[in-house]
Antibody, heavy 124, light 105 residues
Framework: QVQLVQSGAEVKMPGASVKVSCKTS????????MNWVRQAPGQGLEWMGW????????NYTQNFQGRVTMTRDTSISTAYMEVTRLRFDDTAVYYC?????????????????WGQGTLVTVSS | SYELTQPPSVSVSPGQTASITCSGD??????ACWYQQKPGQSPVLVIY???KRPSGIPERFSGSNSGNTATLTISGTQAMDEADYYC????????FGGGTKLTVL
């Protein structure tokens, strides 16, 4: 069965960086875009961007350009998302989510599997 | 940038039908999907491609999309359906609605 298991909660100082991992199993890792979605406390879902695990190419939303880096390690079927220069308003739960249908098919996509979420708290 | 608008809250009595709307410019020309999120849990896909239900999602969940509005309908609403619901569409990237809190009372 498909599983996305994320790394544990983090507490960081303002200005620091955080790197969250998303280990996958149960499907071909390189066959599907991996997305990252953020949810601030009491707020809605915010799409951050995606990585093509096959090529390593990325697509970040404008809100996160320059501060977010998405990478992957295909040997262990794991995706990573790093946020630099953390601010207090980066405090949120960060989710990885698989996009369906797979890479190579054009058109709309939806998220069929999600990780359990990683709480990142930015506090001084 | 493209925007999707949802009502902040909807209330429904147990056993009745709940309808949650999602509005966006010419949304009917795109595909919409819906997620359910309960407190402390990850979102769960309940409708994709406007009307399709993933396996394991009860038949009481249905969707439609026409004109500028997509609608999630829950027939015979149960207490377990109380949750936040988010619509999502694709417009040169992923766009989420602001979410609707469904209260079953």
């Amino acid at each position: 069965q498909v599983q996305l298991v994320q790394s544990g909660a983090e507490v960081k100082m303002p200005g620091a960086s955080v790197k969250v991992s998303c280990k996958t199993s149960g499907y071909t890792f390189t066959g599907y875009y991996m997305n990252w979605v953020r949810q601030a406390p009491g707020q809605g879902l915010e799409w951050m961007g995606w990585i093509n695990p096959n090529s390593g190419s990325t697509n970040y939303t404008q809100n996160f350009q320059g501060r977010v880096t998405m990478t992957r390690d295909t040997s262990i079927s794991t995706a990573y998302m790093e946020v630099t220069r953390l601010r207090f308003d980066d405090t949120a739960v960060y989710y990885c989510a698989r996009a369906y249908p797979g890479i190579g098919l054009a058109g709309t996509r939806w998220f069929d599997y999600w990780g359990q979420g990683t709480l990142v708290t930015v506090s001084s | 940038s493209y925007e999707l608008t949802q009502p902040p809250s909807v209330s429904v009595s147990p056993g009745q039908t709940a309808s949650i709307t999602c509005s966006g410019d010419k949304l009917g020309d795109k595909y919409a999907c819906w997620y359910q999120q309960k407190p402390g849990q990850s979102p769960v896909l309940v409708i994709y491609q406007d009307t399709k239900r993933p396996s394991g999602i009860p038949e009481r969940f249905s969707g439609s999309n026409s004109g500028n509005t997509a609608t999630l309908t829950i027939s015979g609403t149960q207490a377990m359906d109380e949750a936040d619901y988010y619509c999502q569409a694709w417009d040169s990237g992923v766009v989420f609605g602001g979410g609707t809190k469904l209260t079953v009372l």
